[in-house]
């Protein structure tokens, strides 16, 4: 293949991608969930919940503000996902 088949061939390819949806028109906007919390009633509200994320340290975290919590007093849910490797 000459340089410019190659060329060619990744020109159609960035084409081919640059129309699909929704990566080229992502609108990273809280717009979306907004209208779906308000349609579902805002259960977010519904109840206090203390959402965890990041790398490390999450179910040690949650471990112990569920302890603390349910020392005094109050009754405790957790969830926590299953750890996944690739």
Known sequence: MSSADNIAKLNAIEL???KRWPENK??????RILALTD???SPQFSY??????????????????DHLFS???YRVGRYTSPHLES
């Open 48 to 65: 206090p919940t203390i959402h965890l994320a990041g790398t490390n340290g999450k179910t040690t975290t949650s471990r112990m503000i």
């Open 26 to 31: 992502i609108e990273p906007t809280l717009d």
């Open 39 to 41: 349609a579902l009633g």
């Open 16 to 18: 081919a991608l640059n």
């Open 71 to 73: 020392e005094l007093g």
